[in-house]
């Protein structure tokens, strides 16, 4: 019968102990929980092409599905944008390693590719279907330095510190997880490795895009170096967008 009592005893501490280093340990994932959301702000879209989620006061805008792969590849975006300017800019070296987030269908990938012929063009999408376009084309285009790379909403999921360059060609406005992709992106950036914005200018009033698929210098800096990474110039060279340069210190 002591035997019974002091059993039940000990039964009754370690179901307590346990208690509460449960409570302890969802406590804590609940705070992790609570951190990540407080970066969101969620409330009735102010604009219709907007998912009705904000960071850092800036609504974040729907993502452009595949199935408009023909916009990315449209004939006068060389011209409208001025690709043949942008890329010099990119100040590219032939060994370098690149990831171009957001490649979609590869507009920007497989003009990258000649530039790095000793290095790599990591060409990531969230959509398997641009991925499926990206394997085809890099057989079209010869561009075997092309490694398509699935990514998800919170990271581009390239390998640590193996980076030079990572580019997102109007693709970060419509990120559904800024800040996490940030982290994640400089991770994978090599000590010194920079990360470059091109975005649509939200300060031209003429810049024929929807509000949301633009971003202004001041906005951009401020999502961009709240992750840690240095903002090192906005070369302004574009008729219709920013370049905006940061660095991993």
């Given at each position: ?34 951190r990540t959301d407080s970066l969101y702000v969620f409330k009735p879209p102010i604009d219709p092409n907007g998912i009705g989620k904000y960071y850092r006061g800036r609504q974040i805008a729907y ?64 959509q398997q279907e641009f991925l499926n376009m990206l394997l085809d084309n890099r057989i079209i285009n010869n561009a075997f330095n092309v490694e398509p790379v699935l990514g998800t909403v919170h ?95």
């Amino acid at each position: 019968m002591h035997v019974f009592f002091k059993l039940s005893g000990f039964v009754l501490v370690f179901a307590v102990i346990s208690r509460l280093a449960g409570c302890n340990y969802n406590s804590q994932a609940t705070t992790a929980t609570q951190r990540t959301d407080s970066l969101y702000v969620f409330k009735p879209p102010i604009d219709p092409n907007g998912i009705g989620k904000y960071y850092r006061g800036r609504q974040i805008a729907y993502t452009m599905d595949h199935a408009e792969a023909s916009w990315l590849e449209r004939s006068e975006r060389e011209k409208e944008e001025r690709t043949d300017l942008l890329l010099p800019a990119l100040n590219l070296h032939p060994t370098d390693v690149v990831a171009d987030i957001g490649a979609g269908s590869g507009y920007m990938t497989f003009r990258i590719s000649p530039l790095v012929p000793k290095g790599k063009v990591f060409a990531v999408d969230v959509q398997q279907e641009f991925l499926n376009m990206l394997l085809d084309n890099r057989i079209i285009n010869n561009a075997f330095n092309v490694e398509p790379v699935l990514g998800t909403v919170h990271s581009p999921n390239l390998p640590d510190q193996s980076v030079d360059v990572a580019l997102l060609v109007d693709a970060y406005h419509e990120f559904s997880y800024p800040h996490e992709m940030l982290l994640a992106i400089k991770k994978s950036l090599k000590p010194g490795g920079r990360l470059i914005l091109v975005e649509y200018k939200a300060e031209d009033p003429y810049v024929p895009i929807k509000a949301l698929h633009r971003m202004s210098e001041k906005q951009a800096v401020k999502e961009v170096t709240g992750v840690g990474l240095k903002f090192v110039e906005n070369q302004s060279i574009l008729p219709l967008q920013h370049i905006l340069v940061f660095q991993k210190r």
